[in-house]
């Protein structure tokens, strides 16, 4: 499936900060990304989205310059991954799945990112007031700083990790699924935490995720599928090019049976039904709010009586799931 861009509307556009120009990558002999073209600019949030398999970490490692296109070209923070390794490793701070793989756990945050801030020639001084300032901003009292990382919460110990990739300040984060192994409201309060140091300090981020949700907080969104790139734009632009330009028909049933779901996709108007809960379903049609009337009509032609028919907003759920590729697991 070849890419498609969503144009930016915005006349206004920050450089870019992150671009892969037809990239391929290989490890060994298998090929692994094809073709590859996308960007961030600068000051964005860029969410990499995609199914396992579907070549994201391997995007990620040429972020990293841990792996360099055999063809084409990357280019990170104007630095070109082939050949400039050492100024991408100042350029970007590195979060990755685990923190076993970040931190050490007999540590304290601020032990942590001393002796990691130390790989970038900091003196100390001042690499424990750029951490106090990055933990005070991501939760932090001064107790809670100075414990050991191995009694830390897992949310606690991920937001140590994001220190410790900011503690150099670079103009670049990558995080490697930073939902990952957190509960629901975690998850939205570290996203929240990484929105904010994006706005308070203007670093460009990368979400590399399998997790839909992490797109709410992005600016940007890049959707990966077998080793290419299916889809590049702002979220809020995907979600308006669905059918009813990103709203839809909500229609909630006492019980929803594969029949109600057979009937109500064989309204000839409706392009796409999506299950959204427990007795619900969206349609998406051409014109949500003038088509109420004539749903109802053709539901009660097949003798199906909804408990609510409303107008929802889509989500970027619903535009993932109404493409045709394969939802991440």
Not at 70 to 87: L, M, R, Y
Not at 131 to 146: I, K, P, Q, V, Y
Not at 168 to 192: K, M, W
Request: glycine share 8%.
């Amino acid at each position: 499936m070849s890419s498609e861009i969503i144009s930016e509307s915005s006349t206004v556009k920050p450089p870019k900060i992150i671009e892969f120009d037809n990239a391929w990558v290989k490890i060994g002999r298998t090929v692994i990304l094809r073709d590859i073209s996308f960007y961030m600019r600068k000051g964005e949030i860029l969410g990499v989205i995609g199914a396992s398999g579907s070549g994201k970490t391997t995007a990620l490692r040429v972020m990293t310059a841990q792996l360099k296109p055999f063809k084409g070209t990357a280019h990170i923070a104007g630095f070109d991954v082939s050949n400039e390794g050492t100024a991408i490793h100042y350029a970007t701070g590195y979060v990755p799945q685990h923190e076993n793989q970040s931190l050490y756990f007999p540590f304290s945050a601020l032990e942590n990112a001393v002796f990691f801030g130390k790989m970038y020639d900091l003196p100390t001084s001042e690499i424990k007031h750029r951490a106090s300032t990055l933990l005070s901003l991501l939760g932090f009292d001064d107790e809670l700083m100075n414990k050991p990382v191995r009694v830390l919460s897992g949310g606690e110990r991920k937001r140590v990790s994001i220190c410790v990739g900011l503690v150099h300040q670079p103009p670049i984060l990558l995080l490697d699924e930073p939902s990952t192994g957190l509960d629901a409201h975690l998850r939205h309060e570290l996203l929240n935490y990484l929105r904010e140091l994006n706005v308070r300090f203007g670093t460009s981020m990368v979400l590399v995720s399998h997790d839909l949700e992490v797109v709410e907080y992005c600016t940007r969104a890049v959707i990966f599928e077998k080793g290419r790139v299916s889809l590049m734009g702002h979220p809020h632009e995907l979600i308006r090019s669905l059918t009813g330009g990103g709203e839809a028909l909500q229609v909630t049933f006492d019980r929803l049976t594969r029949d109600i779901i057979r009937k109500v996709g064989e309204v000839p108007f409706v392009k796409r039904t999506i299950r959204s809960g427990r007795g619900s379903l969206k349609l998406f049609v051409d014109n949500p709010r003038q088509s109420i009337p004539g749903l109802l009509r053709a539901l009660q032609q097949q003798n199906l009586t909804p408990l609510e028919v409303s107008i929802v907003d889509a989500n970027f759920y619903d535009f993932f799931r109404t493409k045709s590729w394969k939802e991440p697991q």
